[in-house]
């Protein structure tokens, strides 16, 4: 995705809550699941989760 993108939702949703999960917790969970992960979704729900959006989007992180 597009560096807009990001920043669009990141503009819709607001300052966040949580400090960005870190690079090596990202690493940890790649190497765990056997793929890479996009560096937007990452962004995104390293900023944000948990949350829920409109009812519909529930996002979880369940950081180490």
């Known amino acids: 995705m ?5 920043e669009s939702v990141i503009r819709t949703l607001g300052e966040a809550g949580n400090a ?3 690079a090596a917790a990202w690493d940890d969970l790649e190497r765990e699941l056997g793929v890479r992960l ?27």
């Open 20 to 22: 960005p999960a870190s």
């Open 2 to 6: 597009s560096r807009d993108f990001t």
């Open 38 to 64: 996009p560096d937007d979704y990452k962004e995104i729900v390293g900023r944000y989760a948990p949350v829920q959006l409109n009812g519909h989007l529930f996002v979880n992180l369940t950081r180490p």
